[in-house]
């Protein structure tokens, strides 16, 4: 009976910190969840354009050091710099696949053209029940998908026809710990990925991977990923804007991005240079704020 009580005081204590250090946390949705939520195209209009370092300047100044910054691993397989294409913020869609522990053959002699049916009924039940895309009906026009696939045995987890089907629905790019194949489709459609390239995969999924979890919590580049989070991608690298800080994360990027163009604009006038669109200067940021429903200073109480 002790034993008992002292297990349940232990119980409610981890539970009692558990949500005083947790962040909100919807079952539903899995989303990480801030204090005040926004919808999804407040936080797109508010992290359109945003760079990487801005990002991580506003996570540092809300007191996330080092947080949501990727590994540089994770980089684009390929960048425009004229047209910027390569770039992308969104919202993040997140799945799991893992090395599969079933029979890596359906069982019969591939070698005989007699068992070419058996494999074929074999690869489709791979791709239709065990390493499937269950996280396709997630997408919409914003969405990041997210990929942790570490370790699933050389697989190409998606190539170039999966990432174009992904962006007809409104995708607008992909981040995965690796596993990606067809990279030069990939490059020559100008399909925003950023992966690691030295963990690319070349096998299909079948006998090798299989969904684990879709629209869970996942790692990618050393740094956890929920659905819901915010993901801004550019040659810098990759960082991951938790939701519950979503807002005035972005509102500082934004207001850092406003002043970077401003005084770079200045310099290129006095140098001389020709202005291109980096120095196009955006909205004023307590109007954007303002237009948006957002605090016009997100460092005032």
């Given at each position: 009976m002790n034993l008992l009580r002292s297990l349940s005081r232990n119980s409610l204590r981890f539970l009692a910190i558990t949500f005083l250090v947790s962040p909100f946390y919807c079952s539903n949705t899995g989303y990480a969840q801030e204090a005040v939520e926004v919808s999804d195209e407040v936080l797109l209009e508010l992290y359109k354009g945003a760079r990487v370092t801005d990002v991580v300047d506003g996570l540092v100044t809300v007191g996330y050091m080092d947080v949501g910054v990727m590994k540089p691993d994770i980089a684009p397989l390929w960048r425009d710099v004229e047209t910027m294409a390569h770039r992308f913020s969104g919202i993040a869609v997140t799945v799991r696949y893992g090395p599969t522990n079933r029979p890596m053959h359906p069982g019969a002699d591939l070698t005989q053209p007699?068992?070419?049916?058996?494999?074929?009924?074999?690869?489709?039940m791979w791709y239709s029940q065990l390493s499937a895309e269950p996280f396709g009906e997630f997408i919409k026009p914003g969405t990041v998908v997210v990929m942790d696939n570490r370790d699933d045995n050389d697989t190409g987890s998606t190539g170039s026809k999966n990432i174009m089907d992904w962006q007809e629905k409104g995708a607008v790019g992909l981040v995965s710990a690796g596993g990606v194949r067809d990279i030069d489709e990939i490059i020559r459609q100008k399909n925003p990925v950023y992966t690691d390239y030295s963990k690319r995969g070349r096998g299909e999924r079948i006998g090798r991977n299989e969904?684990?979890?879709?629209?869970?919590?996942?790692?990618?580049?050393?740094?956890?990923?929920?659905?819901?989070?915010?993901?801004?991608?550019d040659s810098d690298g990759v960082v991951v804007v938790p939701r519950r800080v979503a807002v005035r994360v972005g509102q500082i990027?934004?207001?850092?991005?406003?002043?970077?163009?401003?005084?770079?604009?200045?310099?290129?006038?006095?140098?001389?240079?020709?202005?291109?669109?980096?120095?196009?200067?955006?909205?004023?940021?307590?109007?954007?704020?303002?237009?948006?429903?957002?605090?016009?200073?997100?460092?005032k109480p």
């Amino acid at each position: 009976m002790n034993l008992l009580r002292s297990l349940s005081r232990n119980s409610l204590r981890f539970l009692a910190i558990t949500f005083l250090v947790s962040p909100f946390y919807c079952s539903n949705t899995g989303y990480a969840q801030e204090a005040v939520e926004v919808s999804d195209e407040v936080l797109l209009e508010l992290y359109k354009g945003a760079r990487v370092t801005d990002v991580v300047d506003g996570l540092v100044t809300v007191g996330y050091m080092d947080v949501g910054v990727m590994k540089p691993d994770i980089a684009p397989l390929w960048r425009d710099v004229e047209t910027m294409a390569h770039r992308f913020s969104g919202i993040a869609v997140t799945v799991r696949y893992g090395p599969t522990n079933r029979p890596m053959h359906p069982g019969a002699d591939l070698t005989q053209p007699e068992n070419y049916e058996v494999y074929r009924q074999w690869r489709g039940m791979w791709y239709s029940q065990l390493s499937a895309e269950p996280f396709g009906e997630f997408i919409k026009p914003g969405t990041v998908v997210v990929m942790d696939n570490r370790d699933d045995n050389d697989t190409g987890s998606t190539g170039s026809k999966n990432i174009m089907d992904w962006q007809e629905k409104g995708a607008v790019g992909l981040v995965s710990a690796g596993g990606v194949r067809d990279i030069d489709e990939i490059i020559r459609q100008k399909n925003p990925v950023y992966t690691d390239y030295s963990k690319r995969g070349r096998g299909e999924r079948i006998g090798r991977n299989e969904v684990i979890d879709v629209q869970r919590p996942v790692v990618v580049g050393g740094c956890t990923v929920y659905p819901g989070d915010v993901i801004v991608a550019d040659s810098d690298g990759v960082v991951v804007v938790p939701r519950r800080v979503a807002v005035r994360v972005g509102q500082i990027a934004y207001m850092e991005l406003v002043d970077d163009i401003k005084g770079r604009r200045e310099l290129f006038e006095k140098t001389g240079r020709t202005y291109d669109q980096t120095v196009a200067v955006p909205e004023d940021p307590a109007s954007f704020f303002r237009k948006h429903g957002l605090p016009e200073d997100p460092n005032k109480p």
